[in-house]
């Protein structure tokens, strides 16, 4: 086991219809502090399972995920604390609708953090004027654009300090206009040395971004590498084949 | 014409003014809105209780990890299925009169009978309204709550219960608008509701379209006036997300 990773997979397995389905075979992978590691792969190979199962929102079938030291998936860990220290980043952006941004940012740090309100909410602006959304604080979801949406999303996670970031395809229901404001709050994240773990399809920001980049195809890792490796000169017949599809 | 008007006055006053007979009217309409009142309160107590046993099973069933919780919920929510089935199986009246003439046989107590009656018998509708609002809220909203370390409850109280209220106003409204006219049927039992304080003065003064007009007319005045305050509530409601 190396020591310097934050989160560790071992053996991960997930399967549907008793088995007959692999949606994860095997995976072992490790994260280090600050790393900002991308996770790419044909759709259906399992890249969103395997992110979404690091905080259990999907329940593996076997195998472990260690997170700071502290195997999740037993039954005995509180899940719901460690949770609180992994920011998750949805395709759908799942910003509360009934909530305006500032509650939106404030609920989870003042109920779980038992932070004061007054700390919140000076948190959150200071976190919505980085992200270039301070006079958006009293809108409603409904009353913002699809980029404008997942920014608050991404500070929405950020307001709980996380210690790690999982995002699950963050650009893929933008408009093309809006996938690069959306980037950017996702770049200066990784360059404050925020560690992080992303699917997405964005080629581009993952050659710029990403320490490490996972080729996952049929629920395996394929392939695993630094973005000049794996983009440049890939080893495995199936990444060259999915990276010739896509770019 | 003047005989037709002539006639009407002396038909009001027959049936309503002589031997203070507004009275089982007046008398009738409070038993009314007492039994629906109460009974309202019963079916939301155990509506919601239903519907926060019957939604966990739905969607947490597969992700339990403890085996005898597991056993236990399925268990909660087998019971829950057999007292819908029941509730919503057979008539309200037949419900109403075993419960009067069976179950509390040594009691005569019917306001209390019937409160009991009604409420568990609307219970089963609400909490199927209240289940289908809480299906319905997009499981992303779940997932967004659970990954910023909310528990399955705090999830649902400050997260999905609060947009699923919003959807399933119009129907709750409904049901008890149904629970309220649904009381007519008391007289079974001998209550003396406001259906059966009309039924007796026709059974008095042998003219039933006054009475029975009167009756009906004081049940839409409280409907339409009910239906109001919903509307209200829920433009009130709205306005929040716009």
Not at chain 2, 204 to 227: G, K
Request: charged share 20%.
């Amino acid at each position: 086991m190396n020591d310097n990773y934050l989160i560790e997979t071992k053996d991960l397995c997930k399967y549907y219809n008793d088995g007959k389905i692999k949606a994860l075979d095997n995976v072992n992978i490790g994260v280090e502090k600050g790393e900002v590691v991308v996770v790419i792969g044909p759709s259906g190979s399992g890249k969103s399972t395997f992110l979404r199962s690091l905080n259990l929102l999907e329940m593996p079938t076997s195998g472990k995920i260690i997170f700071e030291g502290h195997d999740i998936t037993n039954h005995k860990s509180n899940i719901n604390k460690h949770r609180q220290k992994m920011g998750m980043v949805f395709q759908h952006f799942n910003l509360f609708p009934h909530m305006n941004v500032l509650k939106n940012m404030t609920i989870a740090p003042i109920k779980l953090l038992k932070m004061s309100k007054q700390e919140a909410e000076e948190k959150a602006m200071d976190l919505l004027r980085r992200v270039g959304l301070a006079d958006r604080s009293n809108a409603y979801p409904s009353q913002l654009s699809g980029g404008q949406k997942q920014r608050v999303a991404i500070v929405r996670a950020l307001c709980m300090n996380p210690d790690v970031m999982l995002f699950d395809e963050p650009t893929s229901a933008l408009d093309p206009e809006m996938v690069g404001e959306v980037l950017d709050v996702m770049k200066n994240l990784a360059k404050e040395g925020m560690t992080m773990v992303c699917v997405t399809h964005e080629m581009g920001f993952a050659k710029e971004v990403g320490d490490r980049v996972i080729f996952m195809d049929e629920g395996m890792v394929g392939e695993v590498g630094t973005p000049d490796q794996i983009f440049s000169d890939p080893q495995n017949l199936r990444t060259k084949q999915f990276l010739q599809s896509v770019l | 014409m003047q005989e037709w008007f002539l006639d009407q006055k002396d038909k009001f006053y027959l049936n309503f003014i002589k031997d203070d007979r507004w009275r089982y009217l007046w008398d009738g309409l409070g038993v009314t809105l007492q039994i629906t009142f109460f009974a309202v309160l019963i079916g939301i107590a155990i509506g919601m209780v239903i519907a926060a046993i019957k939604s966990t099973h739905d969607k947490t069933i597969d992700s339990i990890r403890i085996k005898i919780l597991k056993y236990f919920l399925k268990f909660l929510n087998f019971l829950c299925n057999i007292y819908l089935t029941i509730i919503r199986g057979t008539p309200v009246v037949v419900q109403l009169m075993i419960a009067y003439y069976i179950i509390f046989q040594s009691s005569n107590n019917k306001v209390t009978i019937a409160i009991l009656a009604f409420g568990i018998n609307s219970g089963a509708y609400v909490a199927e309204i209240i289940r289908s609002g809480i299906m319905s809220i997009d499981a992303g909203q779940t997932e967004a709550g659970r990954s910023l370390g909310f528990n399955y409850i705090q999830t649902m109280f400050y997260i999905v219960i609060p947009q699923a209220f919003k959807n399933v106003l119009p129907a709750l409204a409904n049901e008890f608008i149904v629970l309220l006219k649904e009381t007519s049927v008391s007289g079974y039992i001998a209550l003396q509701d406001l259906t059966k304080g009309g039924d007796i003065i026709r059974g008095r003064t042998f003219d039933a379209f006054m009475p029975l007009f009167a009756v009906a007319v004081i049940y839409l005045i409280m409907v339409i006036f009910f239906t109001k305050l919903v509307n209200i509530l829920e433009r009130r409601l709205r306005k929040s997300e716009r």
